[in-house]
């Protein structure tokens, strides 16, 4: 487990307690009072802050003793301070109470309830600091969710104000992936709320209960509407959820919210419905579409199309998006419908984008070009080639949609834009395109864009492209920057990898050479010579493997999956308790789609600190559980 919690570290993912990035004996006590006293004087530095926020939760139980009403710069900082330290509060308790034993008494223990109450008496404060609500919700939940349920009754303005401000801001910290281990109590609390009369106090606070439902039952909106959660690892109580539609409390809050007088609380119901498409997915389309019926205001409107994205399967969710398309002449209506389309299977794809084409307002048809794929039909195709042949300008949505279609008639319009475009990000984007896009044509616009082309990433972009179409015009060039010592490193490691697409002697003779050195070359060499098939790249990639850090362990099994070159690595990298090397061996044994791996996954999936850290929002965790998803073999 120490390695998991190394690996973690390595990744960003967690700071460890106690442990400063500063060469600095000081002790956390010292340096939290340095602070308070710095912005007494009028001396304080952020960099001061950043510094104290590593302590974790040592550095949040000093804070709480300093918080002082009297003194509001104080406050301030001390809030900004306890609300940075108490971030690793999104993970599991069990990983809590290794890496940060103070963070884990603050949070989870009746001993840490008298710091949580130290933070939680700033809530009856005339005036709160700035960053309150985020301390308040990631240092004292408890405190704060007591607090919370002792206001319901209290419809004063300043009650009802801030008890919405502390529920946006517990949602918003849900919805970006953190603490999702705790949201059924977070859920209970606004079922309380709404059983009182919470949902009559304001609109304001009636739109924070439902968007809190939207956040905390379903699936984080930045994690896309596929979610990476999978579905037993929900901490949703089944009281909540209910045995059916009709004695799910939170789907009859947000059923009763559809016909509210309000139009901002009906379109935040239509967001919150959406999170019931995978508990109730036929009841939540049914409400959907009989609101869509009867609704006038195009506020409304506009959420019911973007929440038909939940649905992507559904044929009666894209029945509908094209009659609401159709119908409307409002132009956010039209694009959040649109974006919507671009994720899903409808029938009515082609025929929705028809129409957005006939009337290409306010962006309407820009947005189109997102939902873009090869199988559009062929008026579509050629309604966006018609497109490109009278576009001057390089515009990065009708690049993306070229490359995606991989028709050889959009080279014209993506030729321009090479030579012509002055910006290079979208000199790499078009570089991007022209990968699908097959022909010789298309291979020699890239050679030829490779000797005109000044600036390193587009030119590193190139490499990538000519190496994956294997090129072979481009060999020279590979070999040239392979061997070139003085190269950046990222281009060599690109050259040396992209080699292994060349079967051939001078190639082999190289990547051989190379696997001999140190550093990038000897690894990207081998993986190289791996992909070739070459029978003694293998175990001086082993050796590689066993001997590097636990980063270069997941790029070598990422590039295994990337080249679909089966390894017993793969393996040894789901037995491993590290979790980069891990993550690299997922994703690695899901690319190559073998079903030996299937009972591996499901084994790795099972394991309890595995599951601890798919509950929580930490980074690379969304794509470590979507290649551990059994359906996705």
């Known amino acids: 487990m120490t390695r998991v919690l190394q690996s973690l570290t390595l990744l960003g993912c967690l700071p460890l307690a106690g442990v400063s990035a500063f060469d600095d004996s000081t002790s956390t006590s010292d340096l939290v009072h340095r602070l308070a006293e710095s912005v007494d004087k009028g001396a304080y530095a952020p960099s001061e802050l ?361 080279l014209p319009y993506l030729r321009r834009c090479l030579v012509d475009e002055k910006r290079a990000v979208l000199r790499a984007k078009v570089a991007m395109a022209l990968e699908g896009i097959e022909g010789g044509d298309t291979d020699k616009l890239i050679e030829e864009h490779f000797i005109r082309e000044s600036n390193r990433d587009v030119r590193l972009q190139l490499i990538r492209v000519a190496s994956r179409r294997r090129m072979q015009g481009v060999v020279p060039t590979l070999l040239d920057l392979a061997s070139d010592h003085e190269a950046a490193d990222d281009f060599r490691a690109e050259a040396i990898w992209g080699l292994g697409n060349f079967p051939g002697n001078r190639v082999e003779s190289l990547l051989l050479n190379l696997s001999k050195s140190r550093g990038l070359s000897a690894l990207y060499s081998n993986l190289a010579l791996t992909k070739l098939g070459n029978p003694y790249a293998s175990a001086a990639l082993e050796q590689l493997f066993f001997a590097g850090s636990p980063g270069e362990r997941m790029i070598i099994l990422a590039l295994l999956g990337e080249a679909r070159k089966d390894h017993p690595l793969v393996q040894r990298g789901l037995d491993s308790s590290e979790f980069a090397v891990l993550l690299g061996a997922a994703k690695a044994a899901r690319q190559l789609g073998s079903e030996k791996y299937r009972k591996s996954l499901a084994k790795v999936s099972d394991d309890p600190h595995v599951k601890a850290l798919l509950e929580t929002g930490m980074r690379d965790v969304p794509t470590l559980a979507f290649y551990l998803r059994e359906e996705k073999l």
């Open 50 to 410: 950043r510094k104290v926020a590593e302590r974790g939760g040592v550095a949040v139980r000093v804070a709480a003793d300093l918080l002082d009403e009297s003194k509001p710069e104080r406050a301030s900082v001390l809030c900004q301070l306890i609300a940075r330290a108490s971030r690793n509060r999104n993970a599991h308790e069990e990983l809590l109470k290794l890496y940060d034993p103070a963070a884990h008494e603050t949070f989870y223990t009746e001993k840490g309830m008298a710091t949580e109450r130290k933070i939680g008496a700033v809530l009856d404060w005339k005036e709160w600091p700035p960053l309150f609500q985020a301390a308040a919700i990631r240092a004292c939940p408890r405190f704060t969710r007591a607090w919370i349920l002792k206001r319901t009754s209290d419809s004063s303005e300043q009650s009802v104000s801030r008890t919405a401000a502390l529920i946006e801001e517990w949602s918003r910290w849900i919805s970006f992936g953190n603490e999702r281990q705790h949201r059924g109590t977070f859920l209970a609390m606004l079922v309380s709320m709404a059983e009182g009369e919470a949902m009559k106090a304001s609109v304001r606070l009636s739109t924070s209960i439902l968007a809190g439902i939207e956040h905390a039952h379903g699936f984080s909106p930045c994690c896309g509407s596929s979610g990476w959660l999978e579905r037993r690892t929900r901490k949703v109580p089944e009281e909540l959820r209910g045995k059916s539609a009709e004695t799910c409390p939170l789907l009859g809050i947000v059923r009763t919210a559809l016909s509210d007088g309000s139009p901002l609380i009906r379109a935040q119901a239509c967001r919150a419905i959406a999170s019931f498409s995978a508990t109730f997915p036929n009841e939540a389309l049914e409400l959907l579409l009989k609101l869509l019926e009867l609704e006038k205001e195009d506020v409304v409107r506009a959420r019911i199309g973007s929440s038909l994205a939940s649905f992507p399967q559904d044929q009666r969710a894209g029945a509908a998006a094209l009659k609401l398309f159709s119908g409307s002449d409002n132009a956010i209506v039209r694009r959040e419908i649109l974006y919507a389309m671009a994720k899903t299977k409808w029938q009515t794809r082609d025929a929705i984008m028809k129409e957005a084409f006939r009337s290409p307002d306010e962006g309407v048809a820009g947005v189109a070009m997102s939902a873009v794929t090869k199988e559009v039909g062929p008026e579509i195709r050629d309604r966006i080639l018609s497109i490109s042949k009278g576009f001057k300008d390089t515009s990065p949505g009708l690049v993306d949609a070229l490359g995606r279609l991989g028709d050889p008639r959009a």
